[in-house]
């Protein structure tokens, strides 16, 4: 049974409580009118417009507008300069019938200066068919923030028009040759922002995020063998973590913080193992022959995905994190990298057919495989963005490994930035 507009606004009413009642009732209205945009299957047009004109202003709206673009939930509606706004943060009917002439749902008035080394934003949000403002917020970050400042501001205008956070500030990890060594690197979401992690001057690869994003754990041949670090991102520091002889590698953190699976090769056929955050071992998983690794946990950290050769090509297998409850879930061609979204209901994974690895996707509930990649060169080690609706991944498609995004059903592939040498092996942050 389809249920009613009031049936909506009743549900969500119960479900967020009596608090701050006053603020609540014009964000509950508008979740309630992006609920209706949603249902029409079109995108919220929305103009964010800055009542100064000072040079901060101006990289704000930029990093804003693109924030707002790439959630894939909002068309950004840029004025011409003949129907600039009203230079105040008020919304009066002349403003609203520029909006209503270029179809525009939402109205997003700020400014920003700067004083005293400190960048001040004040904004106000307006729906424009019903004349109410919808939130007013104010900001204050150091001179040197701007860009946390314009992803926070970004991710509260998603929260109030649509009840969902999206991790604008979330980072990504790599492996990149630009030092001349393969090392450790991160970047923001959007590309910007490159840093380099690690200074060992060998091979690091495979990094993974703890699942608080306060630590990042890789494997390293640094002392000769393959051992898994942990920086730590408060400090700018790694230790080692892994040192067990052979192969040391981290598959996933459990999303409840609580364990990692690691592969190792200590007692010889490379195995999964499971660990505490502390680095103790609470089992071993698997006692097959041939080479078990790659684990991705699912979002209720209970059960994992992982690769195993047990029976001939690496294929993609489910276990639960008790080693029990064993299931096979492909059967054909050579399977890697598996990612269980943040989700739940989907698995990404690559596949390779002839010379190069495809991305492909695993509808969990169907059981049924879809392509995502195809005659665009090597795509390889995918990794969800924190709401699951982004995908990352490294692809030569261009003659040089280089780190792609998309959405997770594959459309809206591009380069990340413009990032020198090899880059491959990203994971993106919590």
């Not at 150091?142 to 314009?150: C, F, G, N, P, Q």
């Not at 680095?279 to 998983?285: H, W």
Request: a positive charge; aromatic letters at 12%; glycine letters at 6%.
């Amino acid at each position: 049974m389809k249920m009613k507009k009031y049936q909506i606004k009743w549900l969500l009413q119960f479900c967020m409580g009596m608090v701050l009642l006053s603020s609540f009732s014009a964000r509950l209205y508008s979740v309630d009118i992006y609920l209706e945009l949603k249902s029409s299957g079109r995108r919220v047009n929305i103009s964010v417009f800055p009542v100064n004109d000072s040079k901060v202003a101006t990289e704000i709206l930029q990093i804003v507008s693109n924030d707002l673009s790439y959630s894939e939930i909002f068309n950004v509606i840029t004025l011409q300069q003949s129907q600039a706004l009203n230079k105040n943060l008020e919304f009066p009917k002349a403003d609203r019938d520029i909006a209503v002439i270029n179809g525009i749902d939402t109205i997003v008035k700020f400014t920003a200066n700067v004083k005293t080394n400190k960048i001040l934003v004040t904004s106000n949000c307006w729906d424009v068919a019903s004349v109410k403002k919808i939130f007013n917020k104010e900001y204050k970050y150091s001179a040197d923030e701007i860009r946390k400042l314009s992803h926070n501001f970004a991710e509260d205008i998603i929260n109030y028009l649509t009840g969902q956070q999206v991790k604008l500030s979330s980072k990504i990890a790599f492996s990149n040759t630009l030092s001349g060594s393969k090392e450790i690197w991160c970047v923001d979401y959007d590309g910007k922002n490159l840093n380099r992690l690690t200074y060992h001057n060998s091979i690091s690869v495979l990094p993974k995020y703890s699942s608080d994003g306060k630590y990042l754990y890789y494997t390293t041949y640094k002392d000769g063998n393959p051992d898994v670090f942990r920086y730590d991102f408060d400090k700018a520091k790694s230790i080692q973590f892994l040192a067990y002889q052979g192969i040391n590698m981290v598959g996933s953190c459990s999303p409840d913080g609580k364990y990692i699976i690691v592969t190792l090769s200590k007692s010889g056929d490379p195995e999964l193992y499971l660990f505490t955050t502390g680095g103790k071992i609470v089992r071993q998983l698997t006692y097959s022959k041939g080479v078990d690794t790659s684990a991705s946990f699912s979002p209720n950290s209970q059960d994992f995905v992982f690769v195993s050769d047990r029976g001939g090509n690496p294929q993609l297998f489910i276990m639960d994190i008790d080693g029990s409850n064993l299931r096979k879930i492909t059967n054909s061609a050579y399977n890697d990298s598996p990612v269980w979204s943040p989700i739940g209901d989907i698995i990404i994974f690559t596949k390779r057919i002839g010379s190069n690895f495809d991305i492909y996707l695993y509808d969990v509930a169907t059981k049924k495989e879809y392509q995502l990649t195809q005659n665009a060169g090597s795509n390889e080690s995918p990794s969800f963005s924190p709401d699951g609706r982004h995908v990352v991944f490294s692809s030569n498609r261009n003659g040089r490994y280089e780190l792609f995004t998309m959405t997770a059903n594959g459309s809206n592939q591009k380069p990340l930035g413009g990032i020198s040498k090899e880059s491959t092996n990203p994971t993106w942050s919590p």
